[in-house]
């Protein structure tokens, strides 16, 4: 028998977006949170490619839907979650902000270009989309949102200092947003991975950090996105009913390294 705390993690009647969710970790959450019971929202700006998995999600018995969104635009943000209210009937319970882009520069090569794209997409577009989504959880009743940050917001890595600091900036502002809508039943978090395998890790990999990286992290292996599923279960579903603010990291020991 399933006791009412292990069913906690159940996400039936829940509806989730993601953002991100053309590739990587944010489509591999998406289906996580469609085998967990809940209505599912792939957001990116590919959308044929959103449109795609959630139809696979849906063949497997999910109920999922894809949408275009750009983060860098508030515009279409906006049109996207109204396109969700109109089809939907209501706005995500859930938001899984995890649209971002990397960069992978030494400071003093850093173009003011590739700051503001940086910035416009990990910071001003995770702050616009958790803004408008807890705009509407708060209307709702309530609602979680896990903001996706990095471990290199969290300590200093080399060539990372534009996209480390709007990672910063996101665990900071997850924080306050946590203080701000903890009487409005949103919960806000800021999920922290490591270096997990996807399109933008095998960057630093062709870069040939590959065996530098793996020397420091304790479990000697990097991340899949499997890894972070129990995290965000934990975080989005009513499991984690008294965790707001909280910073969580999945990087196989990587921040608890030795100096
Ligand atoms: N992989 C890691 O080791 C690692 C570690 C720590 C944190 N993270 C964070 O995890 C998140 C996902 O990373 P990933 O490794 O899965 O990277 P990824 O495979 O490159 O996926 C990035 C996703 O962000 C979307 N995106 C980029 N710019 C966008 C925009 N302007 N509007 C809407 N969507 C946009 C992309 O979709 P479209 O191109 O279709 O728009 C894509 O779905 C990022 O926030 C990243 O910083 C990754």
Redesign the pocket.
């Known amino acids: 028998m399933i006791s009412d705390e292990i069913a906690s993690f159940a996400l039936e009647g829940k509806l989730a977006l993601v ?9 591999h959450l998406a289906g996580v949170l469609a085998r967990a019971g809940a209505s599912v929202v792939l957001a ?3 959308e044929p ?1 959103v449109t795609e998995e959630a139809g696979r999600l849906n063949e497997q018995g999910g109920k999922a839907a894809g949408i275009a ?4 635009q508030a515009e279409s943000i906006d049109a996207a979650f109204e396109q969700i209210r109109s089809s939907l009937g209501r706005y995500p319970d859930i938001l899984v902000n ?5 960069l992978l520069k030494p400071f003093l090569e850093q173009t003011v270009e590739e700051l503001d794209a940086v910035i416009g ?2 910071l001003r ?1 995770a702050f616009l989309v958790a803004q408008r989504a807890a705009r509407c959880m708060a209307d709702q009743g309530g609602g979680s949102i896990v903001n ?1 940050a ?3 917001g969290l300590r200093p890595g080399g060539m990372l200092s534009s996209y480390g600091a709007t ?1 910063a900036g996101l665990i900071h502002l997850s924080k306050v947003m946590a203080y701000e809508l903890a009487r409005k039943n949103v919960r806000v978090n800021a999920l922290c ?4 395998e ?4 095998r960057e630093f990999e062709d870069a040939g950090f590959a065996q530098a990286l793996l020397k420091r992290i304790p479990q000697r292996r990097f991340g899949q996105c499997s890894d972070l599923a129990g995290a965000t279960l934990l975080l989005a579903s009513d499991a984690g009913a008294y965790m707001t603010g909280t910073v969580l990291t999945v990087d196989g020991g990587q921040i608890v390294n030795s100096i």
Do not use: E, F, L, Y
């Not at 996807?198 to 890790?201: C, K, L, R």
């Open positions: 953002t991100g969710a053309s590739s990587g970790i944010g489509r990116a700006r590919r490619v969104m750009d983060v860098t995890c649209a971002g882009v990397a997409t990990n577009g996706v990095s471990t290199a990672k991975p490591g270096n997990i996807t399109q933008m890790h």
